[in-house]
């Protein structure tokens, strides 16, 4: 069974380590602020000019006035410190990210993505995105393993416009967690009740399956 926006989220948390910034991107990667494991401290980063994301806020505590990049209401932890977005773009173009969870339209063999522009479609533009692959070393993408068409969104080559080239190391899917090691996605875990065959039909991109592939728990 495919896992959940909520699971991908979850799953992406268990990469999280003590003394981490991190910055999530639009879409399930802000989710991640509702799964921070206990018992460590992270700072997150929203690249509009907040440091010190907390979970998504309940009615009771919304402030409308305090947004991530993507518009959606959010809470600050104590210690947050909020600044315009030229410093925010300083922080991590500095290279002082510790991880970055970003979504995707599409990811090759090679590393690299294409997460910012379809064509024909209308698309916001870049964003912060081709910021974030440049100055971050460890990038996580999050997306579902096909399209809403059955096409696979790993593939040998990248077909759209790309955001960065040569990466993307960590792929987390609906059906999977991948790592891309010599050309490959290198299939790590699998989705509760998900078959490798399943994975490998819908993995247009050379897919390595080790003899010790487990299945993910929540």
């Known amino acids: 069974m495919a896992l959940t926006r909520e699971q991908m989220a979850q799953r992406v948390a268990r990469e999280l380590q003590d003394g981490y910034y991190v910055n999530l991107g639009i879409g399930i990667p802000t989710l991640v602020a509702n799964y921070v494991p206990a018992g460590i401290d992270v700072m997150l980063q929203s690249e509009n000019g907040l440091l010190g994301m907390g979970e998504f806020p309940t009615e009771a505590t919304v402030d409308a006035d305090m947004i991530n990049a993507g518009k959606q209401t959010v809470t600050a932890r104590v210690g947050a410190s909020i600044f315009d977005s030229a410093t925010s773009f300083a922080m991590i173009r500095g290279g002082h990210v510790d991880l970055t969870v970003l979504g995707a339209f599409e990811v090759d063999v090679r590393g690299n993505i294409a997460s910012w522009m379809i064509p024909g479609k209308l698309v916001k533009g870049m964003g912060g995105a081709m910021d974030l692959v440049a100055g971050a070393e460890n990038i996580i993408v999050v997306m579902t393993h096909a399209s809403k068409d059955g096409e696979s969104k790993l593939l040998p080559a990248c077909t759209l416009p790309l955001t960065g080239a040569g990466c993307i190391r960590k792929v987390l899917t609906d059906l999977a967690w ?27 991109g050379k897919l390595v399956v080790p003899e010790d592939v487990v299945e993910m728990t929540f």
């Open 178 to 204: 991948l790592e891309i090691i010599d050309g490959a996605f290198v299939l790590r875990e699998r989705a509760p009740g998900v078959s490798i065959e399943e994975i490998r039909a819908k993995t247009a």
